[in-house]
């Protein structure tokens, strides 16, 4: 009877530690529509640790802070935690949130969640994804990641000068909507689909480095007569580019990636990728952050896509690709040391 | 094929449980070899090695635990903030053995709370562990700090930097170790008097205790020693992948229980072998590396993962209902 008891307070202790949701702040009240003065911002991304979310999240308080709007955060517990963010919008819900900015985990898996709290006049913006449709949220403030990829993909094809793309590719996680964008990006800059025979392969590596290491280990097994490769972010490239440099091709190859983490950008620095393009997250939390204020003072919504854009990174420009060089880069980086 | 002999070839699989993944892998490196004209490569195979060897060495602390029919949900989130406080420390510029070693005592101290729970108040090794889990998964975030940590220690990525050639295959010392490591915990189960307390404590714990065994000592043991392994699976996985991420390793507790069972352990206790183990981590790694190369979509490659999973309990079932009747 004794162990009983005891397991289910365990096991009522454990159920809370992996239900709940990383609470930053706190506030009380009720619900307060726009118009009525004090903007009551919550944030909602797919994580808390990724080093982009981090930097999402600390602008977005920065900018709150500077603003005099209340800021609170919260996350989902994984890439892909759909009910961890409805959770966490039913919670800003509860504490009065006026405005509720939210990276997406799905592109549709959190829409209902989003109508209930716009049923309820709350503003909702989407950052750095968008939704399906884009019209379920108010406005989207994102970076465009079909053009990101195709900046990338239109880099490798400049740096090949015209000789065919033998391609390996690194892709996320399958079915998610930033991954598709930059992957048929990617396939648009360079000139290919999906069916092209100068794709040699590829790999789904779920944005894991050491998951993208094998898979790329296993692909160069097959053939190692390659000369470019996609990287769908950059901690996988960086695990394409240990297999890479294990077989001794990191000469000969072009390696793109995307987001402009500042390791990233150190990477390209470094040589390990010939280019990578740089996501803005700051802009998107300031840019949402103002748009709460302006409709928690005036009642007035943003709308629609606001691209907050994406810019090439590369010590290597080529002409007819707008660029700029990793200084540039380390002091527009997102995260980590610059 | 008469009633006798299957009942025989029951016997055998229950006496001798590696025999199974052991053909196992023989056929897919194989069928591999004869479908591709590049797996069958001195290289590729010392690659395929290389893939297994942190889940390889998650793998063999775990077979200890389920062996006395406890599990380990928390092995690899605890090998994650190893890795990262090892890579902390170098980045601060401790000396790598040192912060080697602070890596390894945290895996072990996690072992010795674990253990603790499991004797002391008698918890479920799932509940423990579930718990643990989430509590190391938080760890390792607030360690971090939402930043990946690059190591650049030399002894930190020791294990897959240094390499060399035995008979034209290329060996690392990551490679080296985990033989040794398994080597040295089959020696111990099978030849010391421990290992059998291992094996009679999975079977029938009571018995076991009014044999004169002390079982919480050997239950602590158990946990501590799989510590240890999750210590130098840290150690392992830096020299994979030098560079220290939270993000990393999210199915690791899976993957290590996958390899396990492939490896014909019973999940009930007291049944199996750690070269079992070996042949199930490598089954999984050669699966992964040959479905790549015949360019399979990596959903399938998990449905033929989770398909053998299943049709190894299936041969565990079977061999056990033969011993019974």
């Known amino acids: 009877m004794r162990q009983r008891s005891l397991t289910a307070v365990v096991l009522a202790a454990v159920l809370a530690a992996t239900t709940g949701c990383t609470v930053e702040r706190h ?30 999240r600390n602008a977005a308080r920065a900018a709150a802070q500077a603003n005099g709007a209340d800021f609170s955060a919260l996350a989902g517990q994984f890439d892909g935690d759909n009910d961890g963010q409805v959770r966490a919008i039913e919670n800003l819900m509860q504490q009065g949130a006026n405005t509720i900015l939210i990276t997406p985990s799905s592109s549709t898996g959190v829409l209902k969640a989003i109508k209930d709290a716009r049923d309820a006049g709350v503003l909702v913006i989407a950052l750095d994804t968008a939704t399906e449709p884009a019209d379920a949220v108010d406005a989207t403030f994102a970076t465009d990641n079909f053009a990101a990829g195709e900046q990338q993909g239109a880099y490798v094809k400049a740096s090949l000068k015209g000789v065919p793309p033998k391609l390996l590719m690194v892709d996320g996680t399958a079915g998610s909507t930033v991954d598709t964008q930059r992957h048929t990006g990617f396939l648009k800059g360079i000139g290919l689909t999906d069916s092209s025979p100068e794709i040699k392969g590829h790999t789904a590596a779920n ?38 440099n294990a077989r001794g091709l990191t000469g000969r190859i072009v390696m793109g990636s995307i987001d402009g983490g500042c390791e990233g950008v150190q990477n390209v620095k470094n040589g390990q990728f010939a280019a990578t393009v740089m996501q803005f997250p700051k802009k998107m939390a300031e840019q949402g952050v103002l748009a709460a204020v302006e409709y928690a003072k005036t009642g007035k919504k943003p709308a629609g896509f606001v691209n907050t854009g994406s810019a090439v990174i590369t010590d290597k420009p080529l002409p007819g690709i707008e660029s700029h060089d990793s200084a540039w880069g380390l002091q527009n980086c997102w995260g980590g040391t610059r | 094929m008469s009633t006798k002999e299957r009942e025989s070839l029951g016997e055998f699989l229950l006496r001798a449980p590696a025999v199974g993944p052991a053909l196992a892998l023989v056929v897919a490196i194989v069928v591999f070899s004869v479908a591709t004209d590049t797996f069958f490569d001195l290289d590729n195979l010392s690659t395929v090695v290389q893939q297994s060897l942190v889940v390889g060495t998650l793998a063999l602390g775990q077979t200890l635990v389920i062996l006395i029919s406890g599990i380990d949900l928390s092995n690899a989130a605890s090998m994650v903030v190893a890795t990262l406080i090892m890579a902390k420390l170098a980045a601060a510029g401790t000396n790598g053995f040192v912060a080697l070693l602070a890596g390894v005592v945290l895996t072990i101290i996690v072992g010795i709370f674990i253990g603790g729970l499991a004797t002391r108040i008698k918890l479920p090794a799932f509940i423990i562990t579930l718990g643990t889990f989430t509590m190391l998964t938080a760890v390792s975030k607030l360690v971090a700090g939402g930043q990946a940590v690059p190591v650049t220690d030399g002894l ?57 065994i002390k079982v919480n000592r050997t239950v602590l043991s158990v946990y501590i020693v799989a510590g240890l392994t999750f210590g130098i699976a840290a150690w392992q996985a830096l020299g994979r992948t030098p560079n220290a991420d939270p993000n990393q390793f999210q199915l690791g507790n899976l993957d290590s229980i996958t390899a396990v069972v492939l490896g014909g352990t019973s999940l009930f206790g007291g049944r199996g072998s750690v070269l079992g183990t070996l042949m199930g981590a490598l089954v999984v790694a050669v699966l992964r590396s040959g479905l790549t190369q015949m360019n399979v979509d990596g959903n399938y490659q998990d449905l033929a993962t989770g398909a053998l999973l299943i049709a190894a309990v299936v041969v565990d079932r079977i061999a056990r209902r033969q011993q019974q009747s």
């Open chain 1, 27 to 56: 506030w009380g009240g009720n619900t307060n529509t726009g118009g009525s003065g004090k903007a009551k911002v919550g944030l909602v991304t797919k994580t808390d640790t990724n080093p982009y979310f981090v930097e999402l």
């Open chain 2, 156 to 212: 930190l990525q020791w294990l897959g930097t240094k390499r060399y050639l035995f008979g034209g295959i290329p060996i690392t010392y990551g490679m080296t170790l985990a033989l040794l490591m398994y080597l040295g915990v089959w020696y111990a189960l099978t030849k010391t008097a421990w290992g059998k307390h291992v094996y009679a404590v999975g079977n029938a714990p009571e018995s076991a205790r009014l044999s004169g």
């Open chain 1, 207 to 244: 944005g894991d480095q050491s998951l993208a290491q094998q898979g790329m280990e296993n692909l160069l097994q097959r053939s190692t007569d390659i000369n470019a490769v996609y990287s769908m972010n950059e901690p996988m490239g960086r695990g394409a580019y240990a297999a890479l």
